[in-house]
Nanobody, 122 residues
Framework: VQLQACGGGLVQAGGSLRLSCAAS????????MAWFRQAPGQEREFVAN????????YYADSVKGRFTISRDNAKNTVYLQMNSLKPEDTAVYYC????????????????WGQGTQVTVSS
C-alpha cells in the first residue's frame, strides 16, 4: 500500500487549503482512511476518518465544522478540505489507512503517507 499526500502550504488565518492523498497498491473497499497531524514538539493526533466503502465521516472536536474529509473512489484519492484555518492548525498532516473498523488511534493505522506541511499565519 502506498499513500501519497500533497496540497499543503502557507495560508493566512481564515483561509482554506485542500489536501489530497492518492492511494495505490490494493483494493481499499474495506479500509478506513484517515488524516492525522503533528505539530512541532507534540504527539501525532487524529483529525478525521472515513470508510472507503461509504458512510459518515468522523472528526476531532478541534476541527469539526471547519474540515471535511471525502473520497473519490474512481481516483483512489481521499481529500481533506480545511476551511477557516487557525494558527493552531499548523502541523505536518499525514494520511493513513487501516483495514477494518474505524479508529482514532495512531498505532492502529499500518499505512502512512509521507506528510505535507500546513502553516497558518496569524
Amino acid at each position: 500500500v502506498q499513500l501519497q499526500a500533497c496540497g499543503g502550504g502557507l495560508v493566512q488565518a481564515g483561509g482554506s487549503l485542500r489536501l489530497s492523498c492518492a492511494a495505490s497498491g490494493r483494493t481499499f473497499s474495506s479500509y478506513v482512511m484517515a488524516w492525522f497531524r503533528q505539530a512541532p514538539g507534540q504527539e501525532r493526533e487524529f483529525v478525521a476518518n472515513i470508510m472507503w466503502s461509504g458512510g459518515s465521516a468522523y472528526y476531532a472536536d478541534s476541527v469539526k465544522g471547519r474540515f471535511t474529509i471525502s473520497r473519490d473512489n474512481a481516483k483512489n484519492t481521499v481529500y481533506l478540505q480545511m476551511n477557516s484555518l487557525k494558527p493552531e492548525d499548523t502541523a505536518v498532516y499525514y494520511c493513513a489507512a487501516r483495514y477494518g473498523t474505524r479508529s482514532t488511534r495512531t498505532y492502529e493505522y499500518g499505512y502512512w503517507g509521507q506528510g505535507t506541511q500546513v502553516t497558518v499565519s496569524s
